[in-house]
């Protein structure tokens, strides 16, 4: 059986595993309501996401949109982009995302402010306050100015830099904290 058969039996599998046990099982819409995703996702936007693929063993990866329960709490559920995974060396230089020591070409982010934040636009640094997961993070992950993203987690930031809550100020998240990962957008307007 060639790659692209198997691979089209697995989507086939997949999909009818999702119709047999109810699509509400595999897949989910979410709507979008900050402005921590602009111009990704828009205010009134719905993304559907698929639930199966990570408990079946996919691994995130970098540049997926994921579907995440808030870690300082869990009932809250965010949507955020992965820019780091496990191996990974980050840093932000004047608001311009390197890993692994190469910038990276990100035409899906969004810098509305000229002004330049110590912490946000030039991260890591220290921050003026942290919340114990972030304290630990740059105490124990930092390697030559850059963060070091450990096995098991994930960094994750907004695509609106300037205006997003994201691993910046509450940590890694886990594999654990993901939902799932986007598919599709259904715009709000």
Request: proline fraction near 7%.
């Amino acid at each position: 059986m060639t790659p692209l058969r198997i691979a089209a039996l697995a989507v086939t599998v997949l999909v009818l595993l999702c119709f047999a046990t109810g699509a509400v099982f595999c897949l989910r819409l979410y709507g979008v309501s900050s402005a921590a995703m602009e111009d990704t996702l828009m205010p009134g936007d719905r993304v559907l996401i698929e639930k199966v693929s990570l408990p079946l063993g996919r691994e995130p990866k970098f540049g997926d949109v994921v579907v995440l329960r808030y870690p300082l709490n869990p009932v809250e559920v965010y949507i955020k982009r992965i820019v780091g995974v496990p191996g990974d060396r980050l840093r932000i230089v004047n608001k311009q995302l390197y890993r692994n020591g190469a910038a990276m070409a990100e035409p899906y982010a969004k810098h509305a402010s000229m002004l330049i934040d110590s912490y946000r636009d030039n991260f890591p640094s220290t921050p003026k306050m942290a919340v114990p997961a972030v304290a630990e993070m740059l105490g124990d992950h930092m390697q030559g100015g850059e963060l070091a993203v450990p096995n098991g987690r994930y960094f994750v930031l907004g695509d609106n830099r300037d205006d997003s809550s994201d691993s910046r100020y509450w940590g890694f998240i886990s594999k654990s904290h993901i939902i799932g990962r986007s598919l599709m957008v259904l715009p709000g307007r």
